[in-house]
């Protein structure tokens, strides 16, 4: 018995193997990652409604295009609607486009389409599916739900196979009527049913809780300044590139954002506009305003002297600036940082004047721009993290409010999302949300600070599809409740706060634009949102006390999450060319005949220290690197430039004073647009002393002569060394070297002439001495006694003795005698 059931085992057992052997030899045999073939691209062109409401048909209808993009034909065309489950947390309305097809569970019947596709060849479809009910969508509550659109085929010779789909999401804020749902309305309160339930199976919005909701419209641009470019319309302007044109014309990524703008300011809901407020970049402003004077665009951004070429873009400037200043006389303004300045770089190079212009001085250069008062007292960081590092360098500026990401981690969640990290209050928002609005647009902008698994691949997206996903994103904390409120877990770090931020260098459509808007409007009008406006939250945030730690966002690169900080070297560089810069503006002077000032000759300097830590948000972490080191080089370059703009023009090298006291004379040639005061530093030798001249200024586009006091002590050649520096102690081209000659005999002329001077004094005394005593001389006794020829002629008058001499030519010419009777 046991070994007949042995044997049955055995027998069992082998073929347990041979079966396992055999279905296990094709997966052996198979590649690892057999890629599936690519059949067909979906591409939705409309989608309505944009957002369920109990005031809207009881239907979604989707309207696209089915381009086959396989090498046959492909028949028995299908398309059906199928919805995921409802989103429940803000990570969720970017992973819920990623999760697997499984997840999209409610299906509605297919919609078949008799019509054979050849290859290249397109067909435009349409879907439509009830909202509710088991043959619809199956939609019973309000919120955001996941969509996607499939198409499935035959291709020829082939099988049945999903061909392409495609995937966003639908905002729900009421149900209109359904007769299911009506047939469950009881009239009664608290008995379990839903209170917003209607008699005719309607349902009414949730407005139990509004969230708060307040809107940033970010206005920016990639610095496109080029570097080096001395400013105060000095030098011309020069880009690196012509794509702001491009950006600035109505059709642009710019021009289209003021043209939405406009629209909000002149027609849109008044509650819209009050939780609207657009942030600007100021650097934008200074390009932009700069190009509206005539610029060039440079051959060589990285050589502030290379060739150009005119610009395309002056009356694109002209008029898109015209626009944002009629915008801001209604709407909210505000300043991000200058050029995107990331706060941990500013807090690396730590130089008071720089963080002062990329924190505070913002507002400044808005106000001057566009002529308008903008808030302040509120910063929000480009990359939406902060850190110690950069909380620092707000609170140094006396800020004590900021908007902040998910580098928080506070003690307890918050119903405003409000809390306090030291000396500085935060308003926190949503990334995923972020993230949603940046993908709408013509170039979908991906926060730096998202995780990886959180972004969903967008390539083969719409623009209708990602802009349906974006308004979803917006209405996602109006319409969902916080899981805290329901007993589930820990609400989320924003609360039943609102508060939206577009990436900084989004690019919405004006299309996108107005869905997003009318989306805000609908949303307050429902009563699910209430207006909150940026003064308002500004004004309240600082009475947050809930504490928050800062941290690193978790899965993000701490470099990614920081704004790729500035590394020792560069930060080096930059506090070394900002000590110069500031050096060489204390010895400029201002001129009456040039309209430009030390400040504003100098400021495109100070502002391309800005420009090169501005944060990035597509770059990689090589490009910025390369793009930080080329202005940080071509500011270095300037600086050499404009110190060397100042010379002293060398003599020759040899140089001879008329006298002992003979001054020294130079020449200083001065090529920059101002005046600069100067002053020497003179190494002579002991036996040369050279005088000090002092500060000397010198005027801008000329040359001065400067008298040195020199006083030699020999006329040996003397070597002096000048070199010459402003009156900030900055040095200025290169020292000259001088050989200096004097006239000047030195010492022993001095003391021979002495010893002459003696000598005749002496000699004279002693004559004197002789005749007084009426002796004769000594010198005199070897001299001959006169014949009396000579008594004669020496006797006789002045005019004989010149007579003799004429006709004795040889004869010395007789003295002169004063003797009156004689010259009668």
């Keep these: 018995m046991r070994a007949d059931l042995a044997r049955h085992l055995a027998a069992l057992l082998a073929s347990v193997l041979l079966v396992l052997g055999l279905s296990a030899a094709p997966f052996l045999a198979a590649p690892a990652h057999a890629e599936e073939p690519r059949y067909a691209t979906l591409t939705v062109t409309e989608l309505t ?3 369920v409401t109990s005031a809207g048909e009881d239907e979604v209808k989707v309207r696209g295009r089915l381009t086959n993009t396989f090498d046959r034909p492909i028949n028995n065309l299908q398309f059906r609607l199928q919805r995921g489950p409802l989103v429940r947390t803000a990570v969720a309305l970017r992973t819920s486009l990623m999760a697997p097809p499984s997840s999209f569970a409610v299906q509605t019947a297919p919609q078949t389409m008799d019509q054979t596709l050849a290859p290249g060849e ?6 439509t599916a009830p909202v509710s009910g088991p043959e619809g969508l199956q939609i019973d509550t309000t919120g955001v739900y996941p969509l996607q659109i499939t198409a499935s085929g035959v291709p020829e010779s082939g099988g049945a196979v999903q061909l392409a789909q495609s995937r966003t999401q639908l905002p729900v804020v009421s149900l209109p009527a359904d007769a299911r749902r009506a047939a469950e309305f009881t009239g009664a309160a608290g008995d379990g049913s839903d209170s917003r339930l209607g008699r005719d199976g309607s349902l009414a919005p949730d407005t139990s809780a509004p969230a708060a909701l307040t809107m940033i419209w970010p206005l920016a641009a990639a610095p496109q300044l080029a570097p080096g470019v001395l400013g105060g319309g000095t030098e011309p302007v020069r880009l690196i590139s012509d794509q702001l044109a491009a950006s600035l014309a109505p059709q642009g990524r710019l021009g289209a954002q003021l043209e939405a703008l406009e629209k909000v300011r002149e027609g849109v809901d008044s509650r819209v506009a009050e939780t ?28 502030p002297t290379s060739g150009s070429s005119p610009g395309t873009g002056q009356e694109a400037a002209t008029d898109w600036l015209a626009k944002l200043r009629a915008i801001a006389d209604d709407l909210c303004i505000t300043a991000l940082p200058f050029a995107q300045a990331g706060l941990d770089s500013l807090a690396t190079i730590d130089d008071a004047g720089l963080s002062t212009v990329a924190v505070t001085g913002a507002s400044d250069i808005v106000d001057a721009l566009l002529d308008v008062e903008s808030l302040r007292g509120i910063a929000i960081p480009a990359v939406g993290t902060l850190s110690e590092a950069g909380r620092t360098v707000l609170s140094t500026h006396d800020l004590q409010a900021a908007v902040a990401s998910s580098s928080l981690e506070p003690e307890r969640p918050d119903e405003a999302g409000r809390y306090r990290s030291g000396p500085v209050a935060l308003q926190s928002y949503e990334v995923p949300i972020s993230a949603a609005l940046g993908a709408a647009g013509t170039a979908p902008v991906v926060p730096s600070i998202l995780p990886s698994w ?22 996602f904390p109006m319409l969902t409740v916080p899981d805290s409120e329901n007993g589930d877990g820990p609400g989320p770090l924003t609360g039943r706060s609102a508060f939206v931020m577009p990436p900084t260098y989004w690019s919405p459509t004006v299309d996108d634009a107005m869905s997003l808007l009318n989306a805000a409007d609908l949303l307050l009008a429902s009563g699910t949102a209430e207006p909150l406006s940026l003064r308002t939250l500004s004004e309240q945030l600082p009475a947050a006390s809930n504490a928050a730690k800062l941290v690193t966002p978790g899965d993000v ?38 309209t430009a000032t030390p400040q504003s000759y100098l400021a495109p300097l100070r502002e391309d220290a800005l420009r090169a830590i501005a944060t990035p948000q597509s770059q990689t972490l090589e490009q910025t690197r390369a793009a930080r080191s080329m202005r940080i080089t071509a500011v270095t370059t300037t600086l050499d430039r404009m110190k060397q703009s100042v010379a002293l023009l060398d003599p020759g090298g040899r140089y ?44 801008p586009l000329g040359t001065r002569q400067i008298q040195i006091p020199t006083r030699a002590s020999t006329s040996e050649r003397a070597t002096v060394e000048i070199s010459m520096l402003t009156s900030t102690g900055v040095p200025l081209s290169e020292p000259i070297s001088l050989s200096i000659y004097s006239n000047a005999y030195g010492k022993p002329l001095f003391w021979i002439t002495i010893a002459a001077g003696v000598a005749l004094v002496l000699l004279t005394a002693r004559r004197l001495w002789h005749r007084f005593r009426g002796e004769p001389d000594p010198a005199d006794e070897d001299r001959p006694e006169p014949d009396a020829d000579s008594l004669r002629v020496a006797s006789a008058p002045y005019a004989e003795r010149v007579e003799r001499a004429r006709e004795q030519p040889e004869a010395p010419l007789p003295p002169p005698t004063s003797d009156r009777e004689d010259d009668s």
């Design 276 to 303: 609207l407020c657009v942030a600007v970049d100021p650097d934008l402003l200074v390009t932009v305003h700069g190009m509206t004077l005539g610029y060039e665009v440079s051959d060589d951004p990285a050589d």
């Design 49 to 51: 409604p944009s957002s």
């Design 656 to 699: 001879t004073l008329a006298s002992e006291r003979s001054p020294l004379l130079l020449i200083v040639r001065n090529d920059l647009a101002l005046p600069i005061r100067v002053q020497m530093d003179i190494e002579a030798p002991d036996a040369l002393n050279v005088g000090d001249v002092g500060v000397q200024e010198i005027p």
């Design 454 to 475: 959180q972004q969903p691949t967008l390539n083969d997206e719409s623009a209708v599809t990602r802009r349906q996903a974006a308004v979803a994103a917006l209405a």
């Design 557 to 594: 690169e701490p470099l990614v999450a920081q704004g790729f900080p500035i590394s020792a070297a560069d930060a080096a560089m930059v506090r070394s060319n900002q000590g110069v810069t500031g050096a060489l503006e204390g010895s400029l002077v201002r001129s009456p005949n040039v």
């Design 122 to 127: 397109s067909a435009e479809f349409e879907l």
